[in-house]
């Protein structure tokens, strides 16, 4: 193997699956064969995405292989790695062989470890040092190294000067640099050691300047004149490698170790004491969904002209649900990512509710909770930036399109699985900590700061109970099945109940969760007080009168308390529910611009005589009809001011039934799926992609392209499109060959045989033994397709 595509070619179909597994970014699109396949692993961008997958040992230990001359022994590696690190020889082969399944170290045709082609780019300084003396002096001229030699050893080079052996020389003198370090003062030796770990480069003017010991002034002339720095450019200095050894005392890594730093010892909780409270935060966390919306669904706010919701409805939401403003800001985003809020259609759009949200509501609390967290893991929306200010100097929106990061999802994840992996609690500064060691190439301000929205957001939502995770909450993480996660939060919910304590002080005490139903009635006939262990509802005038507007009677209302009382029905309630019906709909309400309508004239004649409906104004244009320049929603507020209850009327006379949640906007479309990631392929689409590069690779060797595999000579099948779809469908679960025929461009039929990987957004995608690639097809032009029998797949 003497080169990189040799040693791809050289790996069996396993191992090739875990390459195209751990980067699938290889195979988008399938290369031709393994030389292009190795061509795309060394690009730059390619190369870049698998270094940030390593953790920061990993990275230290590719670091030590491209740090040393290639090709390395595995003993050098272990030894080098084992010496400066906590590392234990297992440690570094475990790291060496997950380099190898990504491709980034290989095997050497002597048997030593190379790192693959293109890490130099992406790793130009490999474990902060610097490149060899002799690579850095090799571009001086030929006078300016006798200079060097003459000041270093005291007399010049005798003889005709040869480069070659004035570079070799220079080399030797660097290796003990120890008396030009202390000769060149103590301010040269800082200078040293800030460049000592790397990295290895500085920037100082006139760098190529010819100077020497005697004349040299500065402490970087001190340097440059012994040889301690070498000029790159013309306005950069590079340390060698020799001297940065020297300055380390020999050392190749600092502050590596083999694994996450551990975190402080929690304090000890009970597992069921965690889970419990995480429970009981998901339930409240529906709960302010739920009662956001209703108010919403009632009263929508605005959109703002350039999108999102208002600083004063953010801080009104806030206020009604008694939370903090950033609390209210994750709750909103969190229903706008599962559907359940949008903004309506309208030219003023309004934030609404969606018909979704009335399917989500009559589930049951656990579904809805494993709905609402599943959108926050995945959502790219950041509520912890709302209310900051972007760069240039404008408030951040809710709701806007500001708040998205494309990191977001992997970031919050991350955070989330580090909680699974330590078992306890862990604080912002520990999970920060050991994302950086995961992922050290991924640092910067914006993982930093969601690391600690993630655990606060998790702790508001109910994912964690005292700063860990709860079982269900890592199942929903580990992808398990909605309805199990659902499940096994479901066991830790209070049961709902269907029974309230109906009070004298026309109070009502809910000592549980209700029953969807019960919840919905009560809401709408009685006011929420207070929230908490139990939910305290007051019954008044006005909410009994918003129930009669939504169309109840007032038997109805009384005999839904008194079924779902578990006392006798308090006198003072009947009375307030008779009293408000009495008066309900004696006055009635319709456009002229508006009208007053009563069947008895003294009521009339009492409005008339009332100073406060002055500014109305009212006119009488029959015994039992008043009418008004108002509109008839204006009229309604305004008779309802002065103590009446009129209702709505239409022009045939009917009573208009209005509802508090009446207004809908339309449920926006399900999120795209996201770019393909580590794990964006499933393993049938790289076994396939396994095989087309083989045939690819067999092909290019052989010089000629691979013809038809076995197409039968029959024309090509047909069949109804919805029977094709589904025959495909089942070859894709079953893992069968079949013969399908495919209309070109120009509708020219053909016949290819495919081996089904995945069937969706209107593609069929698979690999195609008639042209040995794998290829989509387009559902609409495949004419129709029959089985055939399974082959080999055995290369």
């Known amino acids: ?212 010991v ?229 640092r910067g301000a914006l993982r930093d700061r969601l690391a600690g929205w993630t655990l606060r957001e998790a702790e508001l939502l109910g994912f964690t109970g005292f700063g860990a995770l709860a079982p269900y909450a890592r199942d929903l993480l580990d992808g398990r099945d909605a309805a199990a996660v659902a499940a096994a939060l479901a066991a830790h919910l209070p049961a709902p109940v269907d029974q309230v304590l109906i009070q004298a002080d026309l109070t009502a005490v809910a000592p549980g969760p209700l029953v969807p139903e019960l919840a919905r009635e009560l809401a709408l006939a009685a006011d929420v007080e207070s929230t908490g262990g139990a939910t305290v509802y007051r019954f008044t005038a006005a909410s009994i009168r918003r129930a009669l507007d939504a169309g109840r009677t007032a038997g109805e209302l009384t005999e839904l308390l008194t079924r779902h009382s578990a006392t006798p029905l308090p006198q003072p309630l009947t009375y307030l529910i008779e009293d408000v019906a009495r008066r309900h709909g004696h006055v009635r309400v319709g456009s002229m611009a508006s009208y007053v309508r009563s069947d008895d004239p003294a009521v009339l004649d009492e409005l008339l005589a009332d100073r406060r409906a002055a500014a109305l104004p009212l006119h009488r244009l029959a015994p039992t009809v008043l009418a008004s320049r108002l509109g008839s929603a204006q009229l309604l507020e305004a008779l309802r001011g002065l103590g009446l209850a009129p209702v709505a009327e239409s022009p045939e006379g009917g009573v208009v039934v209005t509802r508090p949640d009446a207004h809908r906007a339309e449920t926006p479309p399900a999120p795209a799926p996201a770019t393909p990631s580590a794990d964006g392929h499933d393993p049938a689409m790289i076994a396939a992609a396994v095989r087309a590069l083989r045939a690819g690779d067999l092909a290019a060797r052989q010089g000629a392209a691979v013809g038809p595999a076995g197409v039968p000579p029959a024309d090509p099948p047909r069949g109804p499109s919805m029977a094709t779809v589904q025959e495909l469908r089942q070859a894709v679960e079953r893992g069968a060959r079949v013969w399908i025929g495919y209309l070109d461009q120009q509708g020219r039929a053909s016949s290819r045989i495919v081996e089904p990987v995945r069937v969706d957004g209107g593609f069929l995608t698979g690999y195609d033994a008639t042209r040995a690639a794998v290829q989509r097809f387009a559902l609409h032009r495949i004419t129709g397709v029959a089985e055939v029998d399974t082959p080999n797949h055995e290369n």
């Open 214 to 442: 005697a004349t040299a002034e500065t402490p970087i002339e001190r340097l440059l004149a012994r040889g301690l720095l070498a000029a790159t450019d013309d306005r950069t200095v590079t340390l060698p490698r020799e001297v940065a050894l020297h300055l380390r005392g020999g050392r190749l890594l600092r502050d590596v170790t083999a694994r996450p730093p551990a975190a402080d010892p929690p304090a000890p909780r009970s597992p069921e004491l965690v889970v419990r409270t995480a429970a009981g935060q998901a339930l409240t966390a529906v709960r302010m969904v739920e009662d956001l919306l209703e108010q919403w669904g009632v009263e929508p706010p605005p959109v703002l002209r350039s999108g999102g919701l208002g600083v004063r409805d953010l801080r009104a939401a806030a206020a009604r649900l008694d939370v903090p403003e950033w609390q209210a800001a994750v709750l909103v985003e969190t229903a706008y990512a599962a559907g359940l809020l949008a903004r309506s259609s309208g030219v003023d759009g309004e934030w609404l509710p969606t018909r979704a949200y009335d399917l989500w509501r009559l589930r049951e609390t656990a579904e809805r909770w494993t709905e609402l967290a599943a959108a926050w893991l995945r959502t790219d929306r950041v509520a912890g930036l709302a209310g900051e200010r972007d760069e240039r100097d404008r408030v951040i929106n809710a709701l806007g399109e500001e708040p998205v990061r494309g990191a977001a999802p992997q970031i919050r994840q991350a955070a989330l699985r580090e909680l699974a992996d330590a078992g306890g609690p862990l604080d912002a500064d520990a999970v920060r900590a050991r994302l950086a060691w995961r992922q050290p190439r991924r």
């Open 1 to 212: 193997m003497d080169s990189y595509a040799d040693w791809l070619r050289a790996r069996d179909d396993e191992e090739l699956r875990a390459l195209l597994s751990a980067r699938p970014e290889l195979i988008t699109p399938v290369p031709a064969d393994l030389t292009a396949l190795s061509a795309r692993a060394a690009a730059p961008a390619s190369v870049a995405r698998a270094l940030d997958r390593l953790d920061r040992f990993a990275l230290a230990v590719l670091e030590t292989v491209l740090a040393s001359s290639p090709p390395v022994s595995r003993r050098a590696v272990v030894d080098a790695v084992t010496a400066d690190t906590d590392a234990a020889p297992e440690d570094v082969d475990a790291a060496l062989a997950l380099l190898r399944t990504h491709g980034l170290v290989w095997d050497g045709e002597s048997g030593g470890l190379r790192g693959a082609p293109g890490l130099r780019q992406s790793l130009p300084h490999p474990a902060g040092l610097g490149p060899p003396a002799a690579e850095l002096f090799a571009t001086y001229p030929t006078e300016r190294l006798v200079a060097l030699i003459t000041d270093l050893e005291g007399a010049e080079p005798r003889g005709f000067p040869d480069a070659a052996r004035l570079i070799e020389r220079l080399t030797a003198r660097l290796a003990d640099p120890a008396d030009l370090i202390e000769d060149a003062g103590p301010q040269a030796r800082a200078a040293l050691e800030q460049l000592a770990w790397g990295p290895p480069v500085g920037r100082v003017a006139e760098a190529r300047r010819a100077v020497r």
